[in-house]
């Protein structure tokens, strides 16, 4: 009897955790730098900051999708932001890194030129983007919202809209293939 109550009192528990892991996250962003402006991805997308490293190139895919890499075995895509935001190319350095998220039950990393920092920004913080100048700037598409952090501000990214379907079905089959080294 004791040792049903005590799994019951564990379970609890790890729901409880879930739960407060769940409430720890809402409202913090992941912020990136590409080009002149600082962008934020919502932590609860993000499984890890990973060291750029050697890419295998993809051929006949869309050019801001950069190839495919070993993360342990597992294959995933990775996307140039900058590339997929229509901005000029950069070289990539010891600052730049991966971050890798997943988006609709799919892993991809994204190049980024440098992390930012994490920051918790509130509902009341966030505006909708603006409408004037959209058709020159590309990447308002993939931005869903407006973050106020303090004086300045970081334009909030829809990672579902970062990938087209198209996309997501290279990812969908890098990610069905694993590594198996001997």
Do not use: W
């Not at 600082?38 to 006949?60: D, H, L, M, R, W």
Request: proline share 4%.
């Amino acid at each position: 009897m004791s040792d049903t109550s005590d799994l019951v009192r564990r379970a609890e528990e790890a729901a409880q955790n879930a739960a407060d892991e769940h409430d720890e996250q809402k409202g913090k962003y992941m912020t990136f730098k590409s080009g002149n402006e600082y962008f934020g991805i919502k932590i609860q997308y993000v499984n890890e900051i990973i060291q750029f490293q050697s890419i295998t190139a993809i051929p006949e895919t869309e050019d801001y999708i950069k190839g495919l890499i070993n993360l342990r075995g597992k294959v995933i895509p990775v996307i140039d932001v900058r590339l997929r935001f229509k901005q000029e190319p950069f070289e990539y350095n010891d600052r730049t890194c991966i971050i890798v998220i997943s988006v609709k039950s799919t892993v991809v990393g994204l190049i980024i030129e440098k992390i930012a920092e994490v920051v918790e920004i509130k509902e009341e913080n966030i505006l909708p983007p603006p409408s004037i100048g959209r058709s020159d700037k590309a990447h308002h598409k993939y931005v869903y919202g407006i973050g106020k952090v303090g004086d300045s501000v970081k334009l909030l990214l829809d990672p579902d809209k970062l990938l087209n379907d198209d996309d997501l079905a290279v990812a969908d089959q890098a990610n069905d293939m694993i590594i198996v080294e001997e």
